[in-house]
């Protein structure tokens, strides 16, 4: 099994280059840094901790994190796509600037690349975040005694049944892991059926119920919020079609609440000039962040088509919808609005986060519902309902204070 992997992940190491160009007609970005994906990245001196985070999800997952480690650390920060290296940049300009933080595209998972990418960078100890396991990178850590963890990890049942299919090849990978660090014990459990050594697992929790929001922008955006004196609803990290579904939910809303604000925040950046026409397309009057920060009374759509800003949306939002969740496909993390205190709606289909999503409904934090027809009945009420509506938010955000401390037991694991 490793000799097909590393025969299939020869081929895309070769057609990468096609797949990149195609991607920059849509994102520039990916037409830059390619040979770092081939493991020509800058040297650096000897001893910095690697942390890998896949995309802008990951990187803001692991902000606080990162903070922590700099204390002491000098880090290189790698990841996959192009909008993750843009929110790096943006998080870390001054510390990237003092050479504090070095960030690179992580390697093709390539063995000569790899070993390549090792040579200049020696790092002390190579850290994953959540969900990325490289194969060729954790056997080559392993033999060359450079510890490797995977840390606020979770593995739903759909990616459960998926690696057991690779039987003891994902057996031999996911030991090559000194220490796995899961959410919640569910994850834990994956692992260990998968082959994992039980020496290895720890339940931390996740690193994301440990937000760090700067409470200066947060006053300045509820003062934002009240002097827009309008009712906002948010459909966060949406995909398609959900758009097309929240619009047309949208125009019944405003039937009822003519100055209802729709804000839409698509999870792909390559997505958001589609979405702009859908929008469009639907003879709304809407604008977007692109173009400008501030939204006029009349605008009733506003399009958020930028990278790493969901908690400004959240903050000035009544109503919170979670997207990827309407359709089979396992939602998304609702930890930020239950930190912001919002009364949060998702779909059904929360797979990858059934053990938040089953503490919110536990504990009324939350509304799970499985059709259009419902989120337009339970959108439209909690608008008409502060009291509902303010007690949904406080009791997800007392969900959210039973999910913290995982940093501090992230950092034990680390150091």
């Known amino acids: 099994m490793r000799f097909v992997y590393s025969i299939l992940i020869t081929l895309v190491a070769l057609f990468l280059p096609i797949k990149l160009l195609i991607r920059s007609i849509k994102e520039p970005l990916y037409r830059k840094f390619i040979s770092e994906r081939y493991g020509l990245v800058r ?23 990162c903070e922590s480690l700099l204390e002491k650390n000098k880090l290189i920060i790698t990841c996959t796509t192009a909008s993750g290296r843009e929110q790096l940049n943006r998080m870390y300009v001054n510390q990237i600037q003092d050479d504090l933080i070095l960030v690179s595209y992580i390697p093709v998972d390539v063995s000569i690349f790899n070993n390549l990418a090792l040579r200049r960078w020696r790092p002390s100890q190579v850290i994953f975040v959540e969900t990325d396991i490289w194969p060729n990178i954790c056997r080559i850590c392993k033999n060359n005694k450079i510890p490797i963890k995977l840390i606020n990890a979770r593995l739903s049942i ?3 049944n998926g690696y057991r299919k690779l039987g003891s090849f ?10 796995i660090a899961t959410q919640f014990k569910t994850d834990a459990d994956h692992f260990i059926k998968l082959g994992l050594l039980k020496n290895k697992i720890h339940i931390t929790g996740s690193i994301k119920a440990d937000i760090a929001f700067d409470q200066t922008q947060r006053s300045n955006l509820m003062q934002l919020k009240e002097s827009m004196n309008r009712p906002v609803w948010l459909a966060a990290s949406t995909h398609s079609p959900e758009e097309l579904t929240v619009l047309d939910i949208h125009k019944q809303i405003l039937k009822l609440y003519p100055e209802a604000l729709l804000i839409i925040a698509p999870r792909h950046p390559n997505r958001f000039n589609e979405v702009a026409d859908i929008i469009s397309s639907n003879s709304f009057n809407y604008t977007k962040r692109s173009t400008t920060l501030n939204i006029p009374k009349h605008v009733n759509v506003y399009l958020a088509d930028s990278i790493g800003e969901l908690l400004r949306w959240m903050v000035i939002s009544d109503v919170v919808f979670m997207g990827k969740s309407l359709d089979v496909m396992g939602g998304h993390n609702p930890l930020e609005p239950a930190y912001l205190s919002k009364a949060i709606i998702s779909g059904g289909n929360v797979s990858n986060f059934e053990n938040i999503y089953g503490l919110l409904e536990q504990k009324n934090g939350a509304v799970l519902i499985n059709s259009s027809d419902e989120l337009f009945e339970c959108v439209s009420s909690l ?33």
């Open 383 to 415: 608008i008409n309902d502060d009291v509902r509506r303010e007690q949904l938010g406080k009791n997800a955000n007392d969900c959210y204070k039973e999910f913290s401390g995982a940093l501090s037991r992230t950092l034990v694991l680390i150091h």
């Open 43 to 65: 040297h650096v001196k000897k001893g910095r901790i690697w942390i890998h985070c896949i995309s802008v999800g990951e990187a803001i997952a692991a902000k606080a994190l």
């Open 170 to 179: 994902f057996t031999a990978t996911i030991n090559c892991f000194d220490i």
């Open 158 to 160: 759909k990616s459960f």
